[in-house]
């Protein structure tokens, strides 16, 4: 099912750290969508989406190893 989830986008919907992604969607200007595909992989394109994992990861919402 997870893998349905990332195939739609739809995971987002379902994700318990929402309130986060929609902070710093409002806080970057980006869509709440594209906060949850950084979280989950997607690569940064730009400064900008550099600076929203760096606040993933400092929130903890993101791990790194």
Known sequence: M???KSI???GF????????Y??????YN?????V???A???RP???KDLSIIYELIGSGVMICN
Do not use: D, T
């Not at 919907?13 to 986060?20: A, C, D, E, I, V």
């Open 2 to 4: 997870e893998h349905i």
């Open 8 to 10: 739609f986008g739809v």
């Open 13 to 20: 919907l379902w994700s318990h750290h929402k309130r986060m």
């Open 22 to 27: 929609r902070k710093l969607a409002k806080e």
């Open 30 to 34: 980006v869509s709440p969508r594209m």
């Open 36 to 38: 949850y595909r950084l």
């Open 40 to 42: 989950h992989g997607l």
């Open 45 to 47: 394109n730009s400064q």
